[in-house]
């Protein structure tokens, strides 16, 4: 079975410090892994994808498969990355369902 | 970008009643469409994945006799919730996936209450 672990309900930082959201998966197959965004009052939207390994709004994340782990970072965190953040697996099968993570909700301090 | 819209955005019901919510892709072909649900300060739980022209594949625990999804066109899915209970009071999210890739765009989402 899949599974998506986002170990911090709540994370807080100083606008300008560093910043780390964790993510865990189990899965047998090769990750599709993903990180959603959503803002207050807002929809869900995509934020980044392992395999494009782009970098969007300074944020990265990488895929790392001994810790199983994609860690979505950015060095300098700015008030308006105040979100809820998902960590999503995707599935293998002709679906390509998504798994999400329990979120994890960042507050920038001024 | 890809748009997806839901309607209503929030409804209230009486307890026995049935409700329908729609989801759209506005400006792509949908041939996948998924069916969330989120409690307050939870995260997103998939109730059913829809195929346009199949049946919809329900996830373990979910009543489909009581959500039932259709998705006629690549354009359009709806749930609707029947003989609702305070208890299907909730955030129902939907995501619609074009023909290609793992990327899904969500609707804005329907708060539903049930009195």
């Known amino acids: 079975a899949q599974r998506v672990t986002q170990p911090e309900k709540l994370l807080s930082v100083f606008k300008g410090a560093p910043v780390e959201l964790k993510c865990n998966y189990s899965?047998?197959?090769?990750?599709?892994l993903f990180w959603y965004v959503q803002y207050s009052r807002q929809r869900l939207q995509l934020l980044l994808r392992?395999?494009s390994r782009e970098s969007i709004k300074g944020f990265t994340a990488d895929l790392n498969k001994g810790e199983t782990s994609f860690h979505l970072k950015k060095p300098f965190a700015q008030e308006e990355d105040s979100a809820m953040y998902y960590c999503?697996?995707?599935?293998?099968?002709?679906?390509?369902?998504?798994?999400f993570g329990s979120g994890t909700q960042l507050t920038v301090l001024p | 970008g890809a748009v997806v819209s839901q309607h209503p955005s929030w409804v209230i019901c009486k307890s026995g009643t049935s409700v329908k919510i729609e989801c759209r892709s506005l400006?792509?072909?949908?041939?996948?469409m998924f069916w969330y649900r989120q409690f307050p300060k939870q995260s997103l739980m998939l109730m059913a994945t829809?195929?346009?022209?199949?049946?919809?594949?329900?996830e373990q625990g979910v009543e489909k006799d009581k959500f039932l999804i259709n998705h006629a066109s690549l354009t359009l899915s709806t749930l609707t919730v029947t003989s609702a209970h305070p208890e299907d009071s909730s955030f129902y999210i939907c995501?619609?996936?074009?023909?290609?890739?793992?990327?899904?765009?969500f609707g804005p989402g329907t708060r539903l209450t049930v009195t």
């Open positions: 400006d792509f072909q949908a041939t996948t």
């Open positions: 829809s195929n346009e022209g199949s049946k919809a594949t329900y």
């Open positions: 392992h395999i």
């Open positions: 995501s619609a996936r074009p023909s290609t890739g793992f990327e899904q765009y």
């Open positions: 899965y047998s197959g090769s990750p599709e």
């Open positions: 999503a697996l995707g599935s293998s099968g002709s679906a390509r369902q998504l798994t």
